[in-house]
């Protein structure tokens, strides 16, 4: 896939939730856009301080003449959010990447899409190509109460509507997600699509497996890393990177992460939401045990200890020997 950026127009700007903005973007030269399937996401550099942030793409996937992304502003933004928000108008120009996916739709005989959030925007995408093809699914969606549920009239409109249930958390009991309950009637066949906040994925994934769900079942995508933070955290300890490629060493302090070293060094390991949550500093590991605190590989990929994220993953050994 080519690394080049595509220059964009912001071609309309909607508030569609309470801190919720919708974003169209059309080809700056009118040309069409890459094609993209349900899931995808693209790199969003809002000229912030070099800031790129990842947005899931919301619209129908057949579409070519636009691409559609939702942001919340973040009460804790680093920047991002907040420069979305408070600066970037209808009229604008973005640099963004191609649409890439890490978070596609498997063949199965049913679909189970479930939405915290801000985290509606890849699952919405989803249901538009669910419905398109006319594969069976259900899509559950829940947020803190009406006022802050993004894209309700688009849905409401929508030929998929019948198969979405709301959920708010300022609502009566009887509203709330049953997930044991919706888990226990459901095929084990079934394909189980999460994206959210940490704290909702992690529930769902907790739920699923108490229920005996199979962990290849599961397919997710987080929004915002929660509790992964590049802060010293308690028991930190500093250690040592090696490069394959020159076998130079650098100490990493408790205080600072490989990938902020490494740049500092002019070691250059490309980076986007640095929470480890893209995957995009991805690095390969040929020695020693990383400390995972990424929520980009599952467990399986994190037990093989033969990658890490050096945006927030440390080390458990002295020294780390990477494939840089």
């Given amino acids: 896939m080519s690394t080049e950026l595509l220059q964009v127009r912001v071609e309309r700007k909607h508030q569609e939730a309470q801190d919720i903005c919708s974003y169209e973007l059309v080809s700056a030269d009118g040309a069409p856009l890459p094609s993209f399937t349900a899931g995808a996401h693209i790199d969003v550099h809002t000229g912030a301080a070099g800031l790129v942030r990842q947005y ?139 994206c959210g906040p940490a704290g909702f994925i992690d529930y769902a994934k907790a739920t699923a497996k108490a229920h005996g769900w199979p962990q290849e079942q599961l397919h997710l995508e987080y929004f915002g890393a929660g509790a992964v933070e590049a802060a010293v955290l308690e028991g930190d300890r500093p250690f040592e990177v090696k490069l394959a490629s020159s076998g130079m060493v650098y100490a990493i302090p408790a205080g600072s992460t490989v990938l902020r070293v490494l740049s500092d060094a002019g070691v250059f390991i490309p980076a986007s939401c640095e929470q480890g949550v893209c995957g995009t500093c991805l690095t390969r590991v040929l020695d020693g045990v990383p400390d995972h605190r990424d929520l980009y590989l599952d467990e399986s990929e994190q037990a093989a200890n033969d990658q890490f994220t050096p945006c927030c993953s440390r080390a458990k050994t002295a020294t780390l020997l990477l494939d840089l």
Avoid at 88 to 105: Q, V
Avoid at 110 to 116: C, M, N, P
Avoid at 171 to 194: E, M, N, S, W
């Fill in 56 to 194: 899931s793409l919301c619209n129908p996937p057949h579409e070519r003449h636009r691409y559609l992304i939702g942001v919340l502003r973040e009460p804790g933004s680093r920047g991002g959010s907040q420069a979305m928000h408070d600066e970037i108008r209808a009229g604008a120009t973005l640099r963004i990447s191609a649409p890439k996916n890490h978070f596609a739709l498997a063949d199965a005989p049913y679909s189970l899409l479930l939405a915290g959030g801000i985290g509606v925007t890849p699952i919405l995408a989803m249901a538009e190509a669910l419905s398109a093809q006319g594969a069976p699914f259900e899509m559950h969606y829940c947020t803190r109460s009406p006022e802050r549920t993004a894209f309700r009239g688009r849905i409401a409109a929508a030929l998929f509507a019948p198969q979405v249930h709301f959920h708010y958390d300022s609502g009566d009991a009887a509203q709330k997600l049953d997930l044991p309950a919706l888990l226990a009637r459901l095929d084990r066949r079934t394909r189980i699509y999460l």
